[in-house]
């Protein structure tokens, strides 16, 4: 069983402050490498961290691109909603959005709160779960949304969109801290949201976060990023993952506005 993991794409037609190019068409370069690399892996499903749309209802020339991607990929596609696809940030808003209706539609599947799916082959039984974000979903004690037990599978992986971090940056960011929530069964956490990425193991636990796949800061760590996905392979009990730069990204240099020299998530 293999799987391919990216986040924070952010879709939107209209070029960030923080872009000097095309920023959809960079997108769509991007998504486009994405289907090659889907092939060439033969990965059998492919899930996504949240923040696909940079806006809740997303304009109709953002819809075609991930309309486009998601026929041309033809895998299964889970997803957990980020910030960016609700309204005000409000859970309760999921089905009034984009998201929601592709949801409906059976495009993708969302992974909800609390609900297991299990995926299976020869090798191994993969227990996948998944956490929306939803406001102050990083206030202290609310860690308990970034764990999950193993029942009745070889693997777990846990999905979420929120503020988990190896470290603070900023006292005015709530976050969540990888150290306190390694009681966690699941054997990969995948983060989201913040952009920057990670890649911490604690006690045996993989913590896993590829960064956005959307550069639209002017951050100096974003300028010297490439955007990648990550490719776990369950195929046999000796299981692997590595992070994948993807050739289509363009040098931050060419294509980021000019840095502040700040180095948040």
Known sequence: MRLLYFTDTHIRSVKPDNRRDDFLKAIAAKLSEVIKLCRLLGIDY??????????????RRSLDLLHWFLKKLALPVYCVAGNHDLIDQRLDSLDGTALGYLARQE??????????????????????SGQHYYCDIDRQGNGEVYMVSKKSCDLAVHVVHGMLLPRAFSEKVPCTLISSVTATEADFTLGAHAHLGYHEIEGGKYFLNPGALARVTNLARERIRTPQVLYLDFTSANYSYRFIPLGAARPGDEVMAESTGANAG
Do not use: A, K
Request: glycine letters at 8%; one cysteine or more.
């Open 46 to 59: 492919v899930i996504h961290g949240g923040d696909i749309f940079d806006h809740p209802n997303p304009d």
């Open 107 to 128: 495009w993708l599947r969302l992974l909800q709160p609390g609900e297991m799916i299990y995926l299976s082959n020869n090798n191994c039984v993969l227990q996948l």
